[in-house]
């Protein structure tokens, strides 16, 4: 593989920002806008009261909203955003037990060169059920997950919620690999990032990225197991899967694992969001891997202790 | 150059060729065979190709291109069927291939039980990606099912996969928990849960009769009559080394081919490594023995000194959020010490083995960041004995100190916002408030704050915060703990088995802390009681947690022969009765006592004997008397109205319904009862558990009384006017005694802690006593019947000797 670095416009996600509570408001922690400066400077100026925009209704609603179209909607900085390309939106809250930590938001850009999906998977009568999602012009993929539950362990969803553990998941368009393998095959969906979203209360919230080969959500994914139980009292955390386009596979190559990747507090990027529990998104750098310019990470929390760090690089 | 032929590409052989390219690429040519179309893969790592966690690319160890670069002639898709080893040559399909060394790296093939049906199509053992692929096509077909026999480590992982494909997976597991030979009971236990979670349904014990199908499998067959829907049967049940060509030409065998330490075959030319060979006794199965071999052998083709050594190993199951470990020798044995850590609320469990000072085992579910530690203490056999105290907090807590090993020290350096009781999130500076606004007790605490008071795991550690904070101000309660293995009494046991369902043995040991992994001789009994009294449809009976009387079924006597008794219904028997009991102990040379108990005991049976025995008195149409039982022994009657001029109803007649009703039955000591048939009492009613007085205007029933190392008069429950209300009566007081009582507590004993006020305030309610009744029916549907009969049938094989040492003397 070459060495350059790979193009930044070819991927779903195009945009993240974190904003974090501060005085009764959310406000701007991190953003990476890098091919949209007017949305930038847009955000920056920006903070949200409880229910008011994207981050303050995940706030107020205390679970994860796809937004599929800003026009028409209670979201506040619009025109910016299509100035910059981008038509929709995911907005992920991060809870320690019932305390919001921060919300991470993630904008995308679907046309007929961008193909992707973002699900949310919601508790429903012993399954889980789609509650909301956003699928650009996959219409049957999208009619197929209207259609389709989930039991305890069952498909990606299943599996996530299940195991509360993130899975991304491989060859979603191979027909016997994924429910709706042949819908994701028509619209060159290859890779699925399931993540255990959770929330105040007893609802489960599974959040799936579905990313194609073309323009995948990311280049590359990493999961890191930051639990107590695995890596000890010590915040640090462990490299259990990934894939990189660069790279290829990132998992440890025998099992039990010899020498597995680690990383400790504060150590680059992910050792940021160790350090702070927060979400954390970087542009250029140190700590980026050769050849990304860009990642956003988010850390899952079981309990009121973070569990699990997921990490996209662009 | 040196010509170098490998059959089989495996990872054993690719780490070979990796080590031989990397030091000397210019030593040997190579030509390597391989029976499946590809070369070498990550084989460990199908189960997650299955799952979907990976793509069968990533797992891809060496490509075309690799085999190109390293100038090694591939013979993929090609079976070898022989070799010559006079003229040195291997015989591919398409042709022979010359060697001046030979490595046979054939790997293993999955154990396919030879059940009917097992070579229907639909049927796959689980060892490459054709097996891989075969179950992938058929979770595309939506809502279709999978039986998984086997357990292990591999079925486990096949079953996740499944799952997470959609199919409904079923794990079938002939022994009694899952991953037997890598996890002891109470992790297995919890990987049951977790996986049941995953919606997986997991049937341990479970045997397969047949698998059937029109032209496919479809269905999948138990001895038991169980018949599970299989659109795919995966069989996982073990791997068997593939050595047949190495046995074909000639080659040493053992279970496999035998190999030294250089990996060299009883052929000096001949070389083998991986799961085909035999080493030192041992065969291989997992991957790290694989690359210490394939290291010894790449360096002693190169010229190096090395030598193969087994090493311990440890295994990690790959079914994602599944946290387990073990390493080592995990067996019971004398000498060995057990070390426990339970956290209920967190699912995690911890043993350690502890042997001459040195730990030779780990078993950990659910918490396993510290195993590479306690593995690194197995294998370099550390002396442990300075840290033993606090060797399951592992390397953290190591040198910590008076707080490390005095646990009041350790509770009194908790900060107040540690958490005490997880169940309703209680802290330390909780209770610490509760005590400094006037509560000096467990039972103040509990009512204040809560803590302690729902699974109760956690009051040992309240009752240290109290201890910590009152010092000789507070007493610690005086209910004893049931034994060592946990803080909880009987009645705590009692009640948090029917609150939070505990079905299992495994589930008490683990939802309620216990400090041993699977009990001890005290708590085992009474709580295989508890499990049998609330649970009689769900739970087995274990045998092994039954003291050595019950287990056998008849009282062991002091010169180590056995008593036999058979039930006498009511006192009544019969001519023919009375001459299969004569015969039998001619037969079996007994000495005959007629008991108090209105019954004929045979004394001096040998163990042997037993089955022999009870199959005559069976035939003669008599049952057990359980003389030996913490249930229903006898029921006395005098001749009643039939015979005696003073009787006022047929006190035999309803003795023996009432025995009839109530035998079989598990309660927590020894029930007696009697039946008089007028006050004159010849049947001694008043000093048994239950005893029925009959009366002109029908029957006093008294409870309580007792006739032994205590004796005491019943004490009147009721009076009643017919038969079935007698029978009413006794079967719920039966029943509430059976529920409420503490293992081996009599009867007598138990009212006087509960008051016989509250029994007779508890059966007068007809709503409650009609529900005790329907809850004894349904116990006495399971354990109303003849334990000799199920012993003749089922367990003969337990009262013979070991070994017949005459017969082979002879032979």
Request: aromatic residues 8%; charged residues 25%.
């Amino acid at each position: 593989m070459n060495m350059h670095t790979l193009p930044v416009s070819d991927t779903f996600v195009r945009v993240a920002e974190v904003w974090v509570p501060k005085d009764g408001r959310l406000v701007h922690a991190e953003g990476d806008y890098a091919h949209s400066p007017a949305f930038a400077a847009a955000s920056v100026a920006e903070s949200f009261a409880k229910g008011e925009g994207l981050p303050g209704k995940v706030w107020e609603s205390g679970k994860p909203i796809v937004l599929k179209e800003f026009d028409g909607s209670y979201f506040k900085r619009r025109d910016a955003a299509e100035e910059a390309g981008l038509t929709s939106a995911v907005a992920i809250p991060v809870f320690a037990e019932d305390t919001l930590k921060a919300v991470l938001v993630l904008f995308c850009s679907a046309d007929a060169d961008h193909m992707g999906a973002i699900e949310i998977w919601e508790y429903m009568e012993e399954r889980l059920t789609l509650a909301d999602g956003y699928y650009g012009g996959a219409t049957r993929f999208e009619a197929a997950s209207k259609n389709i539950s989930f039991s305890h362990g069952q498909g990606l969803p299943g599996g996530v919620w299940s195991a509360n553990t993130p899975i991304l998941k491989r060859d979603i368009g191979r027909a016997g690999s994924f429910l709706r393998s042949e819908q994701a095959a028509e619209v060159g969906l290859k890779t699925g990032l399931g993540l255990p979203i959770p929330t105040p209360g007893d609802n489960v919230f599974v959040l799936t990225l579905l990313s194609a080969l073309n323009t995948p959500i990311a280049h590359r994914f990493e999961i890191w197991d930051a639990r107590p139980e695995c890596v000890g009292a010590t915040r640090q955390a462990q490299l259990i899967d990934g894939l990189c386009k660069r790279e290829g596979a990132l998992w440890a190559q025998q099992n039990p694992p010899v020498d597995p990747t680690m990383v400790s507090a504060w150590m680059g990027p992910i050792g940021k969001v160790l350090g702070t529990g927060l979400p954390y998104v970087q542009r250029e750098g140190a700590g980026l891997p050769a050849g990304y310019t860009s990642m956003f990470a988010l850390p899952i929390y079981h309990e009121a202790d973070l569990a699990y760090v997921v990490a996209c690089y662009l | 150059m040196q010509k170098l032929v490998i059959i089989g590409a495996g990872m054993a052989s690719g780490r070979m060729l990796e080590h031989i390219h990397e030091t000397d690429p210019a030593a040997f040519s190579v030509t390597i065979f391989n029976a499946e179309p590809r070369g070498n893969y990550n084989r460990i790592m199908l189960s997650p190709v299955l799952a979907g966690d990976r793509s069968f690319e990533e797992i891809i160890t060496h490509d075309d291109d690799w085999y190109a670069q390293n100038k090694v002639t591939t013979r993929f898709g090609e079976r070898v069927t022989g070799i010559d080893r006079e003229r040195k040559v291997v015989i591919g399909e398409q042709g022979e291939v010359p060697y001046d060394k030979l490595i046979l790296a054939t790997g293993s093939t999955p154990f396919i039980i030879p059940v009917p049906g097992h070579d229907l199509p639909g049927v796959v053992g689980y060892r490459d990606l054709e097996d891989t692929n075969a179950m992938i096509d058929a979770a595309a077909n939506q809502g279709a099912s999978a039986v998984v026999i086997g357990g292990g480590l591999l079925g486990l992982e096949a079953a996740a996969g499944l799952r997470m494909r959609g199919m409904e997976v079923t794990v079938l597991h002939i022994a009694g928990h899952l991953m037997d030979r890598q996890l002891d009971e109470a992790a297995g236990y919890l990987l049951k849960l977790d996986l049941e979670k995953r919606g997986i349904k997991v049937m341990t014990e479970a045997n397969t009769k047949a698998i059937v199908g029109e032209g496919k499998a479809e269905k999948v067959l138990l001895d038991d009559g169980t018949e599970l829907a299989a659109d795919i049967v995966v069989m996982a049940a073990g791997i068997r080394p593939a050595g047949q060509l190495g046995q074909q030409a000639g080659l040493e065998m053992g279970r496999a081919i035998k190999v030294n330490a250089q990996m060299q075959t009883s052929d000096p030319d001949i070389y083998a490594v991986g799961e085909c060979v035999e080493f030192d006794e041992n065969i291989f199965g997992l991957v790290a023995p694989l690359y210490d071999q394939a290291k010894v052998l790449a360096n002693t083709l190169l010229g190096q000194e090395d030598a193969f050594t087994v090493r311990e190993l440890s295994t990690k199951l790959k079914v994602t959020g599944c946290d387990l470990f073990s390493a080592g020798d995990f067996a019971e044995g004398e000498g060995r010490e057990d070390i426990v850590f339970r956290d209920p609320k967190r699912r995690v469990y911890k043993r350690l083995i502890v042997e001459d000072d040195k730990l030779i085992g780990a078993v950990m579910y659910g918490d396993t960041a510290d195993s590479n530690w306690f593995f690194g203490l197995i294998k370099d056999g550390t002396n442990i004995e300075e840290m033993r105290e606090t060797l399951i907090f592992g390397p953290s807590f190591q040198g910590g100190g008076a707080a490390a090993s005095d646990p009041l020290a350790a509770v009194a350096a908790l900060p107040l916002d540690a958490e005490i009781c997880g169940c309703n999130g209680v802290c330390k500076g909780d209770i610490i408030s509760a005590i400094e606004g006037g509560v000096t007790t467990l039972d103040g605490v509990r009512m204040t704050t809560k803590a302690s008071a729902s699974c109760g795991t956690c009051t040992g550690l309240v009752e240290q915060v109290l201890a910590v904070s009152l010092g000789d101000g507070f007493e610690i309660s005086k209910e004893k703990p049931v034994c060592k293995c946990t803080d909880l009494t009987h009645e705590d046991v009692r009640r948090l088995i029917k609150s939070q369902e505990l079905k299992s043995q495994p589930a008490v040991w683990q939802e309620l802390a216990w400090k041993t992994p699977n009990g001890c001789h005290v708590c085992r009994p009474a709580i295989n009681y508890y499990l049998i009294s609330d649970w009689p449809l769900e739970y087995q009976d274990d045998l092994q947690s039954r003291f050595v009387n019950e287990r056998n079924h008849a009282n062991i006597q002091k010169d180590g022969t056995y008593s036999v008794m058979p039930r006498m219904w009511g006192g009544m028997t019969t001519p023919d009765e009375l001459i299969a009991v004569a015969n039998a102990a001619k037969k079996f040379n007994a000495a005959v006592k007629v008991t108090g108990g209105q019954r004929i005991d045979l004394l001096g049976i040998k163990k042997e004997d037993l089955p022999a025995i009870w199959s005559d008195l069976n035939e003669a149409g008599m049952v057990s008397g359980h003389a030996y039982t913490k249930g229903l022994r006898t029921v006395k009657t005098c001749v009643g109205t039939d015979w005696c001029r003073f009787g006022t109803q047929d006190s035999t007649g309803l003795g023996i319904k009432l025995e009839k009703k109530l035998w079989g039955s598990w309660t927590p000591h020894k029930v007696k009862l009697g039946v008089s048939g007028c006050p004159r009492n010849c049947a001694e009613a008043t000093c048994k558990d239950i005893g029925i007085i009959c009366v002109d205007s029908g029957y006093q029933i008294s409870v309580a009384g007792a006739a032994g190392m205590d004796v005491k008069m019943t004490e009147s429950l009721v009076d009643v006017a017919t038969e079935a209300e007698v029978e009413e009566w006794v079967s719920a007081f039966m029943q509430l005694y059976r529920e409420n009582a503490k293992y081996l507590d009599r009867a007598y004993k138990w009212v006087d802690k509960v008051g016989l006020d509250w029994v007779k305030e508890e059966l007068s309610n007809p709503d409650t006593r009609k529900a005790l009744v329907e809850r004894f029916d349904i116990s006495q549907s399971v354990y109303r019947k003849d334990p000799w009969a199920d012993h003749i049938r089922n367990r003969s094989e337990q009262y013979q000797h070991l070994a017949d040492l005459t017969e082979e003397a002879v032979a």
